[in-house]
Nanobody, 113 residues
Framework: QVQLVESGGGLVQAGGSLRLSCAASRSIYNLPMGWYRQAPGKGRDLVATIRSVGNIYYADSVKGRFTISRDNAKNTLYLEMNSLKPEDTAMYYC????????WGQGTQVTVSS
């Protein structure tokens, strides 16, 4: 069993920045990781995934504003979010793939206009 713990969410004004972190209880080396988000009343949407430095995917809605990265030595995944918009408001979830899917409990991001 893997535990994923997100942190770094909060309330920010439009145009601001936040950095989310996801700490894993076990090694994340060579495992696909990513961030999803879920706004109130909507489904969970993919934000970004990273398998290796050269294998990164971003949803069109966040391209050029968000940056996903990982530190395998620290078993930690990051999401740098810049130029935040009110429509980025959601609960953000960390995901780890592989033989099984694991999810964190989520961290709330609220962007005020």
């Amino acid at each position: 069993q893997v535990q994923l713990v997100e942190s770094g969410g909060g309330l920010v004004q439009a145009g601001g920045s936040l950095r989310l972190s996801c700490a894993a209880s076990r090694s994340i080396y060579n495992l696909p990781m990513g961030w999803y988000r879920q706004a109130p009343g909507k489904g969970r949407d993919l934000v970004a995934t990273i398998r290796s430095v050269g294998n990164i995917y971003y949803a069109d809605s966040v391209k050029g504003r968000f940056t996903i990265s990982r530190d395998n030595a620290k078993n930690t995944l990051y999401l740098e979010m810049n130029s935040l918009k009110p429509e980025d408001t959601a609960m953000y979830y960390c995901w780890q793939g592989g033989s099984q899917n694991y999810w964190g409990q989520g961290t709330q991001v609220t962007v005020s206009s």
